[in-house]
């Protein structure tokens, strides 16, 4: 945990999302990006939005790949016990569902090779190794891209956590302007 | 969910700081996840249970178990195996979650009495 927070503070963006820069001193930022105040804080806000948009799809994609995890370990999970059947030469007798509801008994006899969905209306068949295999690489691959995704997520909410803290500590640098300015016309009005 | 909403007055926030504040979103994060994670993985364990509990009550050989979406005829003695198997599995991987679970809980402690000594009322790290 420690070393990734020191790496988010090297990184000017990562994957397209650009970082949310540090702010040492409130008031040499405002200098710096030469806005005023109140159109700082909408520049943030509206940057916070697009962290917001961005981390809406993270959120989708990663729960696309959640589900699709258990499925593909399911079909390891049929291919081994085929797998485990050849031995003995006996048939597998299996129920599946025909409709919601309904379902019909099957036969498989003792076979080498599977079908494999690959989705877009293609169902390609393999022999039982090639077929573990090709699951195999799959999960593999599916496993990674959420590793990375989880930390795009990660990296995407450290850079609105730090947003955010900027937003509060400029809105709180103006007020704490205000009250000094106020502070010194009254003391020269009296 | 839980905000780190840091409103400094006087107290200025250094990068150090803000890593705290970071780190301590990303653990409440993982903390949801994990209680998510959590409640699912208890779920099965039941069901396991309630399986194994069935199978015992049951007078067939051969039972219908559930592989992928089909569900196979598989002899009694095979499917007790594979309960169990399975049950052995779903444990270790809920003592594993609860303990990620309590690490958490207590990184999220050591964080907040950071955060509070150093900016009292100015931040709020409860849950809302």
Same mark, same amino acid.
């Given at each position: 945990?420690?070393?990734?927070?020191?790496?988010?503070?090297?990184?000017?963006?990562?994957?397209?999302?650009p970082?949310?820069?540090?702010?040492?001193?409130?008031?040499?930022?405002?200098? /710096?990006?030469?806005?005023?105040?109140?159109?700082?804080?909408?520049?943030?806000?509206?940057?916070?939005? /697009?962290?917001?948009?961005?981390?809406?799809?993270?959120?989708?994609?990663?729960?696309?790949?959640?589900?699709?995890?258990?499925?593909?370990?399911?079909?390891?999970? $049929?291919?081994?016990?085929?797998?485990?059947?050849?031995?003995?030469?006996?048939?597998?007798?299996?129920?599946?569902? $025909?409709?919601?509801?309904?379902?019909?008994?099957?036969?498989?006899?003792?076979?080498?090779?599977?079908?494999?969905?690959?989705?877009?209306?293609?169902?390609?068949?393999y022999?039982?190794?090639?077929?573990?295999?090709?699951?195999?690489?799959?999960?593999?691959?599916?496993?990674?891209?959420l590793e990375?995704? $989880?930390?795009?997520? /990660?990296?995407?909410?450290?850079?609105?956590?730090?947003?955010?803290?900027?937003?509060?500590?400029?809105?709180?640098w103006?007020?704490?302007?205000?009250?000094?300015?106020?502070?010194?016309?009254?003391?020269?009005?009296? | 969910?839980q905000?780190?909403?840091?409103?400094?007055?006087?107290?200025?926030?250094?990068?150090?700081?803000?890593?705290?504040?970071?780190?301590?979103?990303?653990?409440?994060?993982?903390?949801?996840?994990?209680?998510?994670?959590?409640?699912?993985?208890?779920?099965?364990?039941?069901?396991?249970?309630?399986?194994?509990?069935?199978?015992?009550?049951?007078?067939?050989?051969?039972?219908?178990?559930?592989?992928?979406?089909?569900?196979?005829?598989?002899?009694?003695?095979?499917?007790?195996?594979?309960?169990?198997?399975?049950?052995?599995?779903?444990?270790?991987?809920?003592?594993?979650?609860?303990?990620?679970?309590?690490?958490?809980?207590?990184?999220?402690?050591?964080?907040?009495?950071?955060?509070?000594?150093?900016?009292?009322?100015?931040?709020?790290?409860?849950?809302?």
């Open positions: 945990m420690a070393t990734s927070a020191s790496t988010s503070a090297n990184v000017p963006e990562r994957r397209g999302i970082a949310a820069s540090f702010v040492e001193d409130v008031q040499v930022f405002l200098s /710096q990006i030469g806005l005023d105040v109140n159109s700082a804080l909408a520049f943030l806000q509206e940057r916070l939005q /697009q962290y917001r948009v961005v981390e809406m799809k993270l959120l989708a994609q990663q729960r696309d790949l959640q589900a699709k995890i258990p499925d593909i370990e399911k079909c390891l999970d $049929v291919v081994a016990t085929l797998q485990a059947k050849k031995g003995t030469g006996e048939a597998l007798i299996s129920d599946f569902e $025909v409709s919601e509801g309904i379902y019909s008994r099957a036969r498989i006899e003792d076979t080498d090779s599977v079908c494999l969905w690959l989705g877009a209306n293609v169902m390609l068949e022999s039982r190794e090639e077929a573990t295999a090709l699951l195999q690489k799959n999960l593999e691959n599916a496993k990674a891209s990375v995704l $989880v930390a795009d997520l /990660q990296f995407l909410r450290d850079q609105v956590t730090i947003t955010q803290v900027t937003i509060a500590r400029v809105y709180n103006d007020v704490h302007q205000r009250r000094l300015q106020q502070a010194a016309t009254t003391s020269s009005e009296s | 969910m905000q780190a909403g840091a409103s400094v007055s006087e107290v200025e926030v250094t990068w150090e700081d803000q890593q705290n504040i970071n780190k301590f979103g990303r653990l409440n994060n993982r903390l949801h996840e994990l209680e998510d994670e959590i409640k699912i993985a208890k779920e099965t364990n039941e069901s396991l249970e309630d399986a194994s509990n069935e199978l015992i009550l049951t007078d067939e050989d051969i039972v219908r178990f559930q592989i992928g979406e089909v569900f196979a005829h598989v002899p009694k003695d095979e499917v007790e195996n594979r309960i169990e198997q399975t049950k052995e599995v779903t444990e270790k991987n809920l003592e594993k979650l609860t303990e990620e679970k309590e690490s958490i809980v207590s990184q999220m402690a050591e964080l907040k009495k950071i955060l509070y000594s150093k900016f009292k009322d100015s931040i709020n790290l409860e849950e809302d």
